[in-house]
C-alpha cells in the first residue's frame, strides 16, 4: 500500500502541466425555470483540448493570470461562438501582449471541445423517483436539447520551470439556457 502511494505521489510530482476548469456564474445572465418535474443536464464535455501556453511565454516564471471566457453551444451540442470575458472582477483584461496571447490560446482550445447537448428531461410524475437518480431514460420521458451559455476562468502560471493552467476554484459555478428565468435543482445543483 505504501508503495502504491508513493508511485502515485511520485507520477503527481512529475507532472509538468495540468488543466482543470469550471463554469462561472455571470451577473445578468438568462436562465431557465424548472418546473418541479423538469431535470437540467448540463452539456458534458466530450473532447477537452488543453489550453497551452503561448510560445513566447513558455519558459521563465509567470505570475497567475486568469483567463475567463464564455462559450455559447446550441441545441445540439455544437460550439457557434466562443470570446474572452473581461468584465469579471478576476479576470484578466486584455490590455497587453502577454494577456492576449493567453486569451487567444484560451479561445482557441474552447474553439475546439467538444460537448454533449444540454438537455431539459421532463418526466411523468410516476417516474418522481428515476428522475431524482438523474435516469433521463424510457419512452414517458420527454428530452429537448437546449442552447447554453458556459463561462470558464483558466489560470495560468509557471514557477520553478513548472507550467500550471488551472481553474479558480473559488469562483461559483453556474450555467445558463437561452430561454427566461432561474431556479437552481436541489438534486444535482444544476439549473
Do not use: K
Not at 462561472?24 to 477537452?48: K, N, R, S, Y
Amino acid at each position: 500500500m505504501a508503495l502504491a502511494a508513493s508511485a502515485l505521489l511520485a507520477a503527481c510530482a512529475s507532472r509538468v502541466a495540468r488543466v482543470d476548469h469550471h463554469v462561472i456564474l455571470q451577473p445578468g445572465t438568462v436562465q431557465h425555470e424548472l418546473e418541479a418535474l423538469e431535470l437540467f443536464v448540463m452539456p458534458m464535455e466530450l473532447d477537452a483540448p488543453t489550453p497551452e501556453f503561448p510560445a513566447e511565454y513558455a519558459s521563465g516564471d509567470l505570475a497567475p493570470l486568469v483567463v475567463c471566457a464564455e462559450v455559447w453551444l446550441d441545441d445540439g451540442g455544437d460550439t457557434r461562438r466562443v470570446a474572452t470575458l473581461r468584465q469579471e472582477p478576476d479576470c484578466t483584461a486584455g490590455d497587453d501582449a502577454r494577456a492576449l496571447a493567453f486569451e487567444q490560446a484560451v479561445v482557441g482550445a474552447l474553439q475546439h471541445w467538444m460537448w454533449t447537448p444540454a438537455r431539459i428531461c421532463r418526466f411523468p410524475a410516476h417516474l418522481r423517483e428515476q428522475m431524482d437518480r438523474g435516469d433521463c431514460t424510457g419512452r414517458e420521458v420527454a428530452i429537448d436539447n437546449v442552447p447554453v451559455r458556459l463561462a470558464y476562468a483558466f489560470t495560468f502560471q509557471r514557477s520553478n520551470g513548472r507550467a500550471s493552467v488551472q481553474a479558480r476554484s473559488n469562483l461559483p459555478a453556474a450555467t445558463s439556457s437561452t430561454t427566461p428565468s432561474t431556479r437552481r435543482n436541489p438534486r444535482t445543483g444544476s439549473q
